[in-house]
Each structure stands twice: as C-alpha cells, then as structure tokens.
Antibody
C-alpha cells in the first residue's frame, strides 16, 4: 500500500525556517513525481510545488507565492522528500501534505506549520 | 492558473436524498485530469473520484463524477450520515494543479 508520512512541522517565529520531510513506501519512489500541497485553516488545499524524478531531470516547480523561499529536494536512497521553508510568514501557517499520483492521488496525514510571534 | 469555483457553498440535505455538487473551471480542463475529495474535520482530504469518473479504492458506488470542459459534477445518489462533510474539486491537467474552495454538505 502507498504510504506517505510527513514530519518536521512546528511553531516558528516569522522569519524562521523549517525543513519538512515525507517518507514514502509502497511504490517506486525513485520514479515518482512528488508534490507538496498545503491547507490553511478553513481554506481549500493549495499547490506548493513539485519535483520530478531524477530520470526526468529532477527539476522542480513552485507556486508564485512561495518561489524563492521554498525548496523541494529528495533523497531516493531514503525514499524521502523534503521541503525547506525559509523566511516564514504568518500566511504560511497551514497543514503541509506530500502527495503523489499512482492511479489516483495519495496523501499523507500532513504536518502542521504554525508561524506566530 | 485555472480557477475552480464550487457551488453551492453550503448544501443542506437530509439522509437518503440525492446531492449534486458543481465545480466550474475558469478555462477548459485537460481531460481527464479532474478529481473530487471529501474532507472531515481534522483529517486529510480523502480521494473519492479521479480521472473525472473513476472511483478511488474503497469508495461506495453511490458516489459518481461526470463532466468535461469547464463543468464538472459530483453526485451522491443517496446520502448516508457519514457523507456530511466538505467536498473539494481539483484539476491536475494544467500546472499548477488547483483546487476549489469547497462545498459544505450539512444535515438539514
């Protein structure tokens, strides 16, 4: 079964940084496009960015709202996707999910990021 | 980016009734890259429908999806008590993938 487990969230002051992790299992992570999505309280989900598998260049795309502050990376040896978040702003407060498409979209349980002074 | 507008914002129905939820896209969605989710408080979104009309694993057949171009519909044929939740639509044919703002389905 496809499983995605996020971790690394927490309470951070504005301007701070966090690194989120997503450990994947149950599918070929090496060949998978991986995506980060976030959901602010009371809002619909918002696409944050994605990373292609290394065999397709390993390149990344980001939402305009996070470009330059967020960095997605992956360690295929650990089946792990990362999201480095810098210069955190209060509007970054959300649950962050990693998701992947394997004949349907699979989501993790998410990790809460709260930005507050 | 493609903006998805869901209607109605809130739908009040009784168990046993039929629910019809709509999602309209600001431009044509590349077929068949469209999905529907159900979300309950404190849980991640649960995939119901992908590829416009394919039910995800374990989803009861009272849930069905249809549509093309800019107009998509999720139908719940006979509401069960556990169906009352928030529903989101998603298009993933054009980057960035986008989501609707949600329809709250509440018990009348």
């Amino acid at each position: 079964d496809v499983q995605l487990v996020e971790s690394g969230g927490g309470l951070v002051k504005p301007g701070g940084s966090l690194r989120l992790s997503c450990v994947a299992s149950g599918f070929s992570f090496t060949n998978a496009w991986m995506t980060w999505v976030r959901q602010a309280p009371g809002k619909g989900p918002e696409w944050v960015g994605r990373m292609r598998p290394k065999v397709e260049g390993g390149t990344t795309d980001y939402a305009a709202s996070v470009k330059g502050r967020f960095t997605i990376s992956r360690d295929d040896s650990k089946n792990t996707l990362y999201l480095q978040i810098d210069s955190l702003q209060t509007e970054d407060t959300a649950i962050y999910y990693c998701i992947t498409f394997r004949n349907g979209w699979f989501w993790g349980q998410g990790t809460q990021v709260t930005v507050s002074s | 980016e493609i903006v998805l507008t869901q209607s109605p914002g809130t739908l009040s129905l009784s168990p046993g009734e039929r629910a019809t939820l709509s999602c309209r896209a600001s431009q044509s969605v590349i077929s068949p890259f469209f999905a529907w989710y159900q979300q309950k408080s404190g849980q991640p979104p649960r995939l119901l429908i992908y590829s416009v009309s394919s039910r995800a694993s374990g989803i009861p057949d009272r849930f069905s999806g249809s549509g093309s171009g800019t107009d998509f519909t999720l139908t719940i044929s006979r509401l069960e008590p556990e169906d009352f939740a928030v529903y989101y639509c998603q298009q993933y044919g054009t980057s960035p993938c986008t989501f609707g703002q949600g329809t709250r389905l509440e018990i009348k």
